[in-house]
């Protein structure tokens, strides 16, 4: 798959590199930026291994993950980092993370726009879902203010910090989905 470069009014979305990993080791290695996802913060090998990975599914083909490094538009420095995985059915489910400097600026809202755009308009997918942690209200925000309808709660989705712990979910159809201003995406599959 050619790589994809949506981008917004203030962020863009690039393929992640091997320079990349001091950058993300500050989001994923950093208690507080952590403290809602489904893991742990990760060791500077760990961050190795998920960039590596990235990496690697970024040559596949077909591709079903698409692990991309987020950043100002215009600039290069990741301050974030968001999945998108395919699964059958023309959906995917994706998931992010910015560095908490980033954090309250409407960056998010506008990552999982980037994400939808990715989705919808170059992938083709019907449905794309979300999940996140019960007590991080700002993700609620972040997934509603995006269009993003709540679904329902998974019931001992996740085992973190020694303990099982529910997701709420989230979803949007590609019909529902009106891009936000300034949105620039890559051109559909075939296109």
């Given at each position: 798959?050619?790589?994809?470069?949506?981008a917004g009014p203030?962020?863009?979305?690039?393929?992640?590199?091997?320079?990349?990993?001091?950058?993300?080791?500050?989001?994923?290695?950093?208690?507080?930026?952590?403290?809602?996802?489904?893991?742990?913060?990760?060791?500077?090998?760990?961050?190795?291994?998920?960039?590596?990975?990235?990496?690697?599914?970024?040559?596949?083909?077909?591709?079903?993950?698409?692990?991309?490094?987020?950043?100002?538009?215009?600039?290069?420095?990741?301050?974030?980092?968001?999945?998108?995985?395919?699964?059958?059915?023309?959906?995917?489910?994706?998931?992010?993370?910015?560095?908490?400097?980033?954090?309250?600026?409407?960056?998010?809202?506008?990552?999982?726009?980037?994400?939808?755009?990715?989705?919808?308009?170059?992938?083709?997918?019907?449905?794309?879902?979300?999940?996140?942690?019960?007590?991080?209200?700002?993700?609620?925000?972040?997934?509603?203010?995006?269009?993003?309808?709540?679904?329902?709660?998974?019931?001992?989705?996740?085992?973190?910090?020694?303990a099982w712990r529910?997701?709420?979910?989230?979803?949007?159809?590609?019909?529902?989905?009106?891009?936000?201003?300034?949105?620039?995406?890559?051109?559909?599959?075939?296109?």
């Open positions: 798959m050619t790589p994809v470069h949506p203030r962020l863009a979305l690039r393929e992640v590199e091997p320079e990349d990993a001091e950058a993300l080791l500050a989001i994923y290695g950093d208690p507080e930026a952590t403290r809602h996802l489904s893991f742990e913060p990760r060791t500077p090998a760990q961050v190795e291994l998920i960039i590596d990975r990235s990496i690697g599914s970024a040559r596949e083909d077909p591709r079903t993950e698409y692990c991309l490094a987020v950043t100002r538009l215009g600039e290069h420095r990741l301050i974030g980092y968001a999945r998108l995985a395919t699964e059958p059915q023309q959906a995917a489910t994706i998931g992010f993370a910015l560095h908490p400097a980033e954090w309250g600026k409407g960056l998010g809202t506008e990552t999982v726009h980037l994400l939808c755009a990715l989705a919808f308009n170059t992938l083709g997918l019907h449905r794309i879902w979300a999940a996140r942690s019960p007590l991080n209200e700002a993700s609620a925000r972040t997934l509603l203010r995006a269009g993003m309808t709540e679904d329902g709660r998974i019931r001992d989705h996740v085992f973190v910090r020694g529910d997701s709420i979910t989230y979803s949007i159809l590609e019909h529902e989905w009106t891009a936000i201003d300034g949105l620039k995406t890559s051109p559909g599959p075939g296109a």
